[in-house]
Structure formats: structure tokens, C-alpha cells
């Protein structure tokens, strides 16, 4: 699913994972990165039944109350996990590739 997902988003207006033929990956999640704020579009991918979400809830520097990470705070902010399973239908892919290609 990552390679076919490499192959469709390699035009669209976000960056893609890193990834060099040299390394494995697992590809438990797959993380695209948006030039502005992700939350508009994780809402408008959602309205679309393309579940997605930040990678994580929070960023652990928020729970612990600690000032500061203004990587940590842009990454969050920009960053987009979309759905990648074993158990994602043919369809179901098809649908996420044209919901993310329309969106972006």
C-alpha cells in the first residue's frame, strides 16, 4: 500500500516520507506533510470517509507543561496520518488515493 501510495502522491502538493531503497520500513503509519496547518484538511479528508489524523494525540511536551519546541509544535501541526493497513480493501484504497489527490 505505501509503494502504491508513493507512486499516486508523487505530484500532489504535500512531502512524502522519506524513504531510501537502502533502509527497511514498515510503514505502520504513513505521514504526509502539508506546507500550511493539517487540521483544515484532516477535517475536509474526513468529511470525505478518508479517516485520518495528527500522528499522535499531542505533542508529549503539552501534557508535560513544558514551554517551548517550536519544531515539535510545527511538525504536529503540519503532519497528517492517513489510513495504511493490511486489512484496507482494494476499494478502499482506490477511494483514499482520489479523496487525498482531489484534496491536495
Known amino acids: 500500500i ?14 512524502l516520507p522519506v524513504w531510501k531503497e537502502e533502509m527497511g520500513h514498515i510503514y505502520y503509519r504513513f505521514v504526509i506533510k502539508t506546507e500550511d496547518n493539517a487540521s483544515g484538511y484532516i477535517k475536509r479528508l474526513q468529511q470525505n470517509k478518508v479517516m485520518c489524523q495528527h500522528p499522535v494525540y499531542k505533542p508529549l511536551h503539552v501534557y508535560l507543561n513544558l514551554p517551548g519546541f517550536p519544531h515539535t509544535r510545527e511538525a504536529w ?19 483514499i488515493i482520489a479523496v487525498v489527490k482531489e484534496i491536495f
Do not use: R, V
Open 77 to 95: 501541526q503540519k503532519t497528517i496520518s492517513i489510513p495504511l493497513y493490511p486489512s484496507l480493501k482494494e476499494k478502499e484504497i482506490e477511494k
Open 2 to 15: 505505501a509503494t502504491l501510495y508513493f507512486q499516486e502522491f508523487k505530484n500532489c502538493n504535500f512531502s
